[in-house]
């Protein structure tokens, strides 16, 4: 029943896509050389970042591809549409999952739901510097019903005034609003300023959502609360400083995390900061440290503060007719009024090939704390939250693109996922909890670039 109502829901999706948008694919752009040479559309620096790929760290920062001040190898190639307009240049990225999810045991159930974010975003120079205006958008508030889908073992946020317990919550409708600004102080070095009512500070490693990594898989990581939920952070502001292959960066925001009303923003005072150190060894290479003083970051526990630290290395490797995407992250938290400390380890890969296959993989080992005991009922009064076990997370996974519409990507997969944990969770769990996704992806391929090119 489970895969039935999957392909229904797919066959209807991909129906309404050929019936209300197909079309005839829109002309490339080209690019006017006399129009270009008598000053209508200034080449601006950076603006080449736009039309090829990154050739230096400085080049990776100015493309801006993922949320926040965040980095990913410069060889990582990010598929967004582009298209110039005067001194503007135009570009949206994006993706879409339509997934239905089945996780077994007595606390598993099945869900269709859909994950996404929308990311468009303009660039154009203004004075010595480049200016980059992003917003970045989710529909999973409508499209996650329930405030949550189901992923056993995962922790964090809250719905209906209770602690979420073995499910995932949606993103917020407005993930990022913010403002860039961009300076060459040299060849070489780069000032960058960062303002965002809603965006993502100078810390850990860029989000699972946004990771070339983790791109085929739809489901968010078990160590998310302890590596990279800062990427909605409300009132953030960061300044940067990059010389050749290495960049620091610090932050103010406001620390508490969004809370279960997802469709509003959650203003606060600056009252948490954070400092990451970002190198960039290689074409192929990139890794960060951080650290953050989370000031009351959680709902339930406004009482607590948090020190984190991450600290992750990935590696992106293009390949003919594909691409390897790989990340080795670590995150800490350190709950300063308890003394408690929770740790989260992550490897995880995806490799393209023959152009339209891609295979991935992710295993996790973090500390789970004992408010997964509550399931889901409420936090009873005077509780306090301890450590309660180390578990496992194993996934894989495959899927194959297959031509919908021109400028679209559409893939059909699915994963496996499969968890370690104590014994004495059996009860709770089942002896061998696992779960599985069936998923039909959606986001926009190749570019229309300055040069009239159409990839």
Not at 73 to 86: E, F, K
Not at 242 to 256: D, Q, V
Not at 427 to 452: C, D, E, M, N, Q
Request: contains cysteine; aromatic residues 10%; proline residues 7%.
């Amino acid at each position: 029943m489970f895969v039935i109502r999957f392909a229904i829901l797919v066959f209807i999706t991909v129906s309404c896509i050929n019936v209300r948008l197909r079309a005839q694919e829109p002309e490339p752009y080209q690019h006017d050389p006399a129009a270009a040479s008598s000053g209508s559309m200034q080449e601006m620096p950076g603006m080449e970042h736009g039309m090829r790929q990154p050739a230096s760290f400085i080049d990776e920062i100015l493309h801006h591809s993922t949320a926040g001040t965040s980095a990913q190898p410069n060889s990582t190639s990010a598929p967004m549409m582009m298209r110039p307009l005067g001194k503007w240049l135009f570009m949206f990225h994006g993706a879409a999952f339509l997934n239905a999810i089945q996780q077994s045991g007595p606390r598993g159930y099945d869900k269709i739901f859909s994950t996404n974010w929308l990311m468009p975003m303009a660039q154009r120079q203004i004075g010595r510097g480049e200016l980059t205006l992003r917003t970045m958008i989710s529909l999973e508030p409508a499209t996650v019903t329930q405030r949550a889908y189901p992923l056993l073992f995962q922790q964090g946020e809250t719905a209906f005034g209770k602690p979420i317990n073995d499910g995932q919550h949606p993103h917020d409708f407005f993930m990022e609003l913010a403002a860039l600004y961009d300076l060459r102080v040299g060849k070489d070095s780069l000032l960058s300023f960062y303002a965002a009512p809603v965006g993502d500070p100078a810390m850990g490693p860029s989000a699972y959502a946004h990771r070339a990594s983790a791109s085929e898989n739809p489901a968010a990581s078990l160590g998310h609360h302890l590596q990279d939920s800062t990427h909605i952070a409300d009132d953030v502001v960061t300044a940067g400083f990059a010389y050749k292959r290495a960049r620091i960066e610090t932050s103010g925001f406001h620390g508490r995390e969004p809370d279960e009303f997802r469709w509003d923003i959650d203003s606060g005072s600056i009252d948490s900061w954070s400092t990451r150190l970002t190198v960039q060894p290689g074409q192929n290479w990139s890794a960060q440290y951080s650290f953050a003083h989370l000031t009351s970051p959680e709902q339930l526990h406004a009482e607590e503060s948090v020190h984190r630290m991450t600290a992750s290395v990935m590696y992106n490797r293009p390949l003919d007719n594909g691409n390897w995407a790989s990340a080795v992250i670590w995150g800490r938290n350190h709950v300063l009024e308890t003394g408690h400390v929770f740790n989260g380890y992550l490897v995880e890969s995806t490799l393209q090939f023959a152009t339209r296959n891609r295979i991935w993989g992710r295993v996790e080992n973090l500390d789970r704390t004992s408010e997964l005991l509550l399931g889901k009922n409420p936090e009873p009064a005077g509780f306090q939250e301890a450590s309660l076990a180390r578990i496992q997370a194993y996934t894989a996974g495959y899927d194959r693109d297959f031509p919908l519409l021109p400028g679209v990507s559409t893939a059909l997969g699915g994963q496996l996922m499969f968890y370690g944990k104590p014994d004495f969770l059996t009860p709770l769990y089942g002896k061998h909890p696992a779960g599985v996704i069936l998923f039909l992806h959606i986001r926009p391929t190749g570019s229309v670039h300055v040069h009239g090119v159409h990839e």
